[in-house]
């Protein structure tokens, strides 16, 4: 069973190394042998020692460049970088993240009646143009829904009619008449003569008045 180029210099089966990367940020660096050199069968082939040979200073080369240069530089670069991205992440956490909650927080009704308006100004025109050119396609008996307004308004308020105070007329009291009463009750003698003559008196004193 063959399980493909095997690496005779190194082991198969070599001890696991530290993960260094466990965020995956550098996957796609692979940088062994196989993935750099190949010889395909239907190519001339080197001598087998030249081929091992060159494995072995290939990897011998890369892993001492490496050391040497992470030796050399590492340290100094770490901290560049370091110093790199402090303003970066100061300005982040206390200018740009307070911002945008600013403008979620202010902006988030006004951003969308603003973007409704511009729909309503600038595509709903456009929309309506082109829907004109398939109004008469069809029987032409649905009725369509009319397009409600942009800024719809409540109903009219309408002043209430102020109550009209009737004028009220002056009361005028009547004055009874007596004395024909009384002169109708005397022609028939219901009195006695004393009466009669109280009667009288009280006549001529209403007469007076």
């Known amino acids: 069973m063959s399980r493909g180029p095997a ?29 750099v050199f190949g010889e395909p069968t239907t190519t001339p082939r080197s001598f087998d020692c030249i081929w091992e040979f060159s494995e072995i200073c290939y990897d011998c080369m890369k892993e001492c460049t490496y050391k040497l240069m ?9 901290i560049a ?5 402090v303003p970066i992440i100061f300005s982040h956490i206390w200018c740009l993240t307070p911002c945008t909650q600013v403008v979620h927080i202010v902006c988030g009704i006004w951003m969308k009646s603003f973007w409704h308006l511009c729909a309503r100004l600038c595509v709903a025109p456009c929309t309506k143009s082109c829907a004109l050119i398939f109004t008469h396609c069809g029987d ?20 209430k009619p102020k109550p009209v105070k009737e004028e009220q ?3 005028v009291e009547e004055k009874k008449s007596v004395a ?12 006695d003569d004393m009466d009669k003559s109280k009667i009288a008196n009280s ?6 008045l």
């Open 203 to 208: 006549v001529k004193r209403q007469l007076m």
């Open 180 to 191: 024909p009463v009384v002169l109708a009750a005397a022609a028939k003698g219901e009195w």
């Open 7 to 35: 690496n005779r210099v190194a082991p198969i089966n070599p001890e696991p190394l530290e993960n260094r990367d466990p965020n995956d940020i550098n996957k796609h660096i692979v940088n062994d042998f196989y993935s």
């Open 169 to 171: 007329k002056p009361v």
């Open 140 to 159: 032409g008996l649905k009725h369509r829904p009319e397009t409600p307004p942009l800024f719809p308004r409540g109903p009219k308020r309408t002043p």
């Open 81 to 85: 970088w370091g110093i790199e991205f």
């Open 70 to 78: 992470g030796l050399c530089c590492g340290i100094c670069i770490a």
